[in-house]
């Protein structure tokens, strides 16, 4: 009875609710790979993964020329067996990418079918610690942002009782983005916590550079100053300054975050549900982290990754970027610049079916 019958995937492209530009790129869409899972008792599990513009139909055809196939006839039940098959399946293209998005849609539906059986919702079944987690926002904070605009924005979310606002740097100068840090600064007091957020852009001589100048702003988090793939490059930045380095939404493999953790060079670990690969990796990489006494605030997904953060004893925050509004008849709710995860069994994500038809593509 708990055997699957069928298994789909769709590509669903999702209009950005605002323009968001970082150091490196622009959110074009949310290009949104969808599975659905249907099981012998009569069971429907939706899980997926994303991209923000590129790779999404390459996802899409790894799951339906490859992976979806395998699961039929499989027990639903057999979650960490079923990961750990697709993934030998697709050893010549793993570590990698879009092996990870087409896992990852694959797994979450099979979490919202375990916790749908288990009539519970996900932050229980998946380890139950506290429903309500800590928000900040990053929505108000992009580049392209002006300092008055960045300002009003962090004020706002500083009087709605939110814990936190997120600033992205990597203008030309340094003095540049210290002047935007510091009117936030100046705007917000001393209470609110301010992160920043380089994507990536910088060198590691630049990054230790502009980290020292941002220290004056007691900032929670310097968050991917570097490429991800310069572990070094983190462990002497780490090593250089105060303020905690953040890491983990372009990080694709639980190796790859034992190693950042085992050399000190992750202060906060930020695993990303789809880019792992699913919450079956998430979770282990959640608990990987509070081995080393690390929190965890998970990257983007906060229709999800609130009831992730939910389950575990080391989740610091959920990140504020709605984006699911388009597609779903839910939301997650705030109280008290908090975040409080789903009750209903499942994922808690209330799909509006004709909207995803609407927005399907392939
Ligand atoms: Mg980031």
């Given at each position: 009875?708990?055997?699957?019958?069928?298994?789909?995937?769709?590509?669903?492209?999702?209009?950005?609710?605002?323009?968001?530009?970082?150091?490196?790129?622009?959110?074009?869409?949310?290009e949104t790979i969808v599975v659905t899972i249907e099981t012998a008792d009569g069971l429907t599990g939706r899980g997926y993964s994303y991209t923000i513009g590129t790779g999404g139909r390459a996802t899409l055809s790894m799951l339906n020329e490859h992976l979806l196939a395998v699961l039929v006839?499989?027990?639903?039940?057999?979650?960490?067996?079923?990961?750990?098959?697709?993934?030998?399946?697709?050893?010549?293209?793993?570590?990698?990418?879009?092996?990870?998005?087409?896992?990852?849609?694959?797994?979450?539906?099979?979490?919202?079918?375990?916790?749908?059986?288990?009539?519970?919702?996900?932050?229980?079944?998946?380890?139950?610690?506290?429903?309500?987690?800590?928000?900040?926002?990053?929505?108000?904070?992009?580049?392209?942002?002006?300092?008055?605009?960045?300002?009003?924005?962090?004020?706002?979310?500083?009087?709605?009782?939110?814990?936190?606002?997120?600033?992205?740097?990597?203008?030309?100068?340094?003095?540049?983005?210290?002047?935007?840090?510091?009117?936030?600064?100046?705007?917000?007091?001393?209470?609110?916590?301010?992160?920043?957020?380089?994507?990536?852009?910088?060198?590691?001589?630049?990054?230790?550079?502009?980290?020292?100048?941002?220290?004056?702003?007691?900032?929670?988090?310097?968050?991917?100053?570097?490429?991800?793939?310069?572990?070094?490059?983190?462990?002497?930045?780490?090593?250089?300054?105060?303020?905690?380095?953040?890491?983990?939404?372009?990080?694709?493999?639980?190796?790859?975050?034992?190693?950042?953790?085992?050399?000190?060079?992750?202060?906060?670990?930020?695993?990303?549900?789809?880019?792992?690969?699913?919450?079956?990796?998430?979770?282990?990489?959640?608990?990987?982290?509070?081995?080393?006494?690390?929190?965890?605030?998970?990257?983007?997904?906060?229709?999800?990754?609130?009831?992730?953060?939910?389950?575990?004893?080391?989740?610091?925050?959920?990140?504020?970027?709605?984006?699911?509004?388009?597609?779903?008849?839910?939301?997650?709710?705030?109280?008290?610049?908090?975040?409080?995860?789903?009750?209903?069994?499942?994922?808690?994500?209330?799909?509006?079916?004709?909207?995803?038809?609407?927005?399907?593509?392939?």
């Amino acid at each position: 009875m708990t055997l699957i019958t069928a298994a789909t995937a769709r590509l669903v492209d999702i209009e950005v609710e605002k323009v968001r530009t970082d150091a490196m790129q622009s959110f074009l869409k949310q290009e949104t790979i969808v599975v659905t899972i249907e099981t012998a008792d009569g069971l429907t599990g939706r899980g997926y993964s994303y991209t923000i513009g590129t790779g999404g139909r390459a996802t899409l055809s790894m799951l339906n020329e490859h992976l979806l196939a395998v699961l039929v006839g499989e027990d639903s039940r057999l979650v960490e067996h079923l990961w750990r098959r697709l993934y030998d399946s697709t050893r010549a293209t793993s570590v990698g990418v879009i092996t990870a998005l087409a896992l990852a849609a694959v797994d979450t539906a099979l979490w919202d079918i375990r916790a749908q059986r288990a009539a519970q919702p996900l932050w229980m079944i998946a380890g139950g610690n506290r429903r309500d987690v800590p928000l900040y926002d990053t929505e108000g904070g992009w580049l392209h942002v002006s300092v008055d605009e960045l300002v009003e924005e962090a004020r706002a979310s500083a009087s709605r009782g939110w814990k936190g606002v997120k600033i992205k740097v990597g203008k030309p100068s340094i003095a540049e983005d210290a002047s935007r840090i510091a009117a936030v600064r100046d705007a917000v007091g001393p209470n609110i916590e301010i992160m920043v957020d380089a994507n990536q852009s910088m060198t590691s001589a630049e990054a230790v550079r502009r980290a020292h100048a941002f220290e004056p702003f007691d900032l929670s988090w310097f968050e991917e100053p570097l490429p991800a793939d310069d572990v070094t490059g983190h462990v002497r930045l780490a090593q250089s300054t105060s303020i905690p380095i953040a890491v983990g939404e372009s990080m694709y493999s639980l190796g790859h975050f034992r190693e950042y953790l085992e050399r000190g060079a992750a202060g906060i670990v930020q695993v990303d549900v789809a880019r792992i690969g699913g919450i079956t990796p998430w979770l282990k990489v959640a608990h990987l982290a509070e081995a080393f006494n690390v929190q965890v605030s998970p990257h983007f997904l906060m229709e999800l990754h609130v009831s992730l953060a939910a389950a575990i004893p080391n989740g610091r925050f959920v990140e504020h970027i709605p984006q699911l509004r388009a597609v779903t008849d839910s939301e997650i709710r705030i109280e008290d610049g908090h975040a409080l995860a789903p009750m209903t069994p499942g994922l808690g994500i209330d799909w509006n079916l004709d909207a995803l038809d609407d927005r399907t593509v392939a």
